[in-house]
């Protein structure tokens, strides 16, 4: 399985944590296409085996779990399905791991940003942009300079 994050929360439950990027299935027996460029994060108890990943408890979009700064509740009806920020400090950075080398492996993306002072196509500055827009961070903590002149974007 591709795109999941094995971990257990302060309970010893265990789950599996996927992400669903553009044009990826997802739901139940995979019959939902994912059609938004930005990716959504999964959440299954893996002690089930209802779909290949576990029992599905929820799902949210990328930009909204990045903004959790506490513990989250994945279930109101079971405090068994609740993660610890601890814990989900260490799934926003398997997140942000993940998109980073998914957006390597693609060559970033077909749009390429054009550096103004160089004038040079660069992908990585997109990259780094499109980064900073899914996962919410301040752009001064995230590198975002043209590969061949270092110029910052704004």
Not at 25 to 45: A, N, Q, R, T
Not at 83 to 97: L, M, T
Request: hydrophobic share 35%; proline share 4%.
């Amino acid at each position: 399985m591709e795109n999941i994050y094995k971990i257990k929360n302060q309970l010893g439950i265990p789950f599996n944590v996927k992400l669903v990027f553009k044009d990826e299935s997802y739901g139940k027996d995979k019959c939902l296409i994912h059609d938004k460029d930005e990716p959504m994060v999964e959440f299954y108890d893996s002690r089930f085996d209802h779909e290949p990943e576990g029992l599905f408890i929820s799902r949210y979009n990328i930009s909204a779990f990045s903004e959790i700064k506490t513990g989250i509740n994945l279930d109101v009806n079971s405090y068994k399905w609740s993660i610890d920020y601890e814990y989900v400090a260490q799934i926003q950075g398997f997140i942000r791991e993940a998109i980073e080398k998914k957006e390597k492996i693609h060559n970033c993306n077909p749009t390429i940003y054009l550096c103004e002072d160089c004038e040079v196509s660069c992908a990585r500055l997109y990259m780094d942009q499109v980064l900073g827009d899914f996962l919410g961070e301040p752009e001064d903590n995230i590198p975002i300079a043209c590969e061949a002149c270092g110029a910052k974007a704004e």
